[in-house]
């Protein structure tokens, strides 16, 4: 074979791992998830070698989604780390065979301090699955490995079974969009869902018209403004809205009369509007909704504080 149909039959191996698992999901699955929702504790992932690098990623995968997890590997248990656990907590470990022994030598003691165990292996008779409150079935027909040997197909499958319980956890805990930023405030979707019309808004130089102003001078204004709009006030409030589109398509029907029309003529008299603690993300479904490229920020009086463009969303 070529080295592609190496990797395709890698791939195609690999993923009949997966589709494997499907058939091995039973009550044991269920029993996992409802330990986990009832943990008023932590719940501790921990594996040797490969094992526990796909333990890391699942915990970090359970703690961004609403359970507080992490890793631990348990040759560190008998050097303190066994200090981090406590009743109340749950243990998921991670044995493809099942019979790792520096794992196995971690359970008594957890089993002594009566925490419950979510076995996950490839071996449904192996002293993990034994020792286990629960026991998660991962087992492969074979490795992605041509020797059979390397932890590939393994991996894989162990790793989407701590996916397939993360989502479900995700679904009993009724886990949203808002939930996901506050466990990911830096990164993009964080700033949409928690950055606020307060936290964007331009407040300065604002481009006001009074209505009966006569549109050559409201081009002036509005071009000053640099928004593409200009906000039309009547005292303290708003009473329509002109864009650069509404000043083209006016010049374009009215011609040389254009300069004696006002902006109460071609205004729009009810602007779309959001409060200061409005989220960026409910603004940009506002402006793609209704194909605008600029919301008005009022308080709670309806006066005008500020404007959101487009540019401001993209975060």
Same mark, same amino acid.
């Given at each position: 074979?070529?080295?592609?149909?190496?990797?395709?039959?890698?791939?195609?191996?690999?993923?009949?791992?997966?589709?494997?698992? @499907?058939?091995?999901?039973?009550? &044991?699955? +269920?029993?996992?998830? !409802?330990?986990?929702?009832? #943990? $008023?504790?932590?719940?501790? *992932?921990?594996?040797?070698?490969?094992?526990?690098?796909?333990?890391?990623?699942?915990?970090?995968?359970?703690?961004?989604?609403?359970?507080?997890?992490?890793?631990?590997?348990?040759?560190?248990?008998?050097?303190?780390?066994?200090?981090?656990?406590?009743?109340?907590?749950?243990?998921?470990?991670?044995?493809?065979?099942?019979?790792?022994?520096?794992?196995?030598?971690?359970?008594?003691?957890?089993?002594?301090?009566?925490?419950? @165990?979510?076995?996950?292996?490839? &071996?449904? +008779?192996?002293?993990? !699955?034994?020792?286990?409150? #629960? $026991?998660?079935?991962?087992? *492969?027909?074979?490795?992605?490995?041509?020797?059979?040997?390397?932890?590939?197909?393994?991996?894989?499958?162990?790793?989407?079974?701590?996916?397939?319980?993360?989502?479900?956890?995700?679904?009993?805990?009724?886990?949203?969009?808002?939930?996901?930023?506050?466990?990911?405030?830096?990164?993009?979707?964080?700033?949409?869902?928690?950055?606020?019309?307060?936290?964007?808004?331009?407040?300065?130089?604002?481009?006001?018209?009074?209505?009966?102003?006569?549109?050559?001078?409201?081009?002036?204004?509005?071009?000053?403004?640099?928004?593409?709009?200009?906000?039309?006030?009547?005292?303290?409030?708003?009473?329509?809205?002109?864009?650069?589109?509404?000043?083209?398509?006016?010049?374009?029907?009215?011609?040389?009369?254009?300069?004696?029309?006002?902006?109460?003529?071609?205004?729009?008299?009810?602007?779309?509007?959001?409060?200061?603690?409005?989220?960026?993300?409910?603004?940009?479904?506002?402006?793609?909704?209704?194909?605008?490229?600029?919301?008005?920020?009022?308080?709670?009086?309806?006066?005008?504080?500020?404007?959101?463009?487009?540019?401001?969303?993209?975060?």
């Amino acid at each position: 074979m070529t080295t592609r149909e190496y990797a395709i039959q890698c791939i195609k191996d690999e993923a009949a791992a997966v589709l494997g698992l @499907i058939d091995k999901l039973d009550d &044991n699955f +269920d029993r996992a998830v !409802a330990l986990i929702m009832e #943990c $008023h504790g932590k719940v501790i *992932v921990t594996g040797v070698g490969k094992s526990g690098h796909i333990g890391a990623k699942i915990a970090a995968t359970l703690a961004s989604t609403g359970t507080p997890s992490f890793f631990v590997n348990p040759l560190d248990v008998f050097h303190g780390d066994l200090g981090v656990m406590s009743k109340g907590d749950v243990v998921v470990a991670i044995s493809n065979s099942g019979q790792t022994d520096e794992l196995l030598r971690f359970i008594p003691m957890v089993l002594h301090m009566q925490i419950p @165990i979510i076995g996950m292996s490839g &071996n449904p +008779d192996s002293l993990l !699955a034994k020792y286990s409150t #629960c $026991h998660l079935n991962i087992n *492969v027909g074979k490795e992605a490995c041509p020797l059979n040997l390397a932890p590939t197909s393994s991996t894989t499958a162990t790793l989407v079974m701590g996916d397939a319980l993360a989502v479900a956890l995700m679904e009993r805990r009724h886990f949203q969009p808002q939930d996901f930023a506050q466990f990911h405030p830096g990164g993009e979707l964080g700033k949409r869902l928690l950055t606020t019309a307060h936290d964007v808004m331009l407040t300065d130089n604002l481009p006001l018209l009074n209505p009966a102003m006569h549109l050559g001078e409201a081009i002036i204004l509005v071009s000053k403004g640099k928004l593409g709009l200009g906000v039309a006030m009547d005292g303290e409030q708003i009473v329509g809205i002109i864009t650069d589109g509404d000043i083209r398509r006016a010049m374009e029907k009215w011609q040389a009369a254009f300069f004696d029309r006002t902006v109460s003529d071609i205004m729009t008299r009810e602007p779309k509007t959001v409060g200061p603690q409005t989220k960026v993300s409910e603004i940009q479904h506002i402006m793609n909704k209704h194909k605008i490229h600029n919301v008005l920020v009022v308080d709670g009086q309806r006066h005008l504080i500020g404007i959101v463009d487009r540019y401001a969303c993209i975060l």
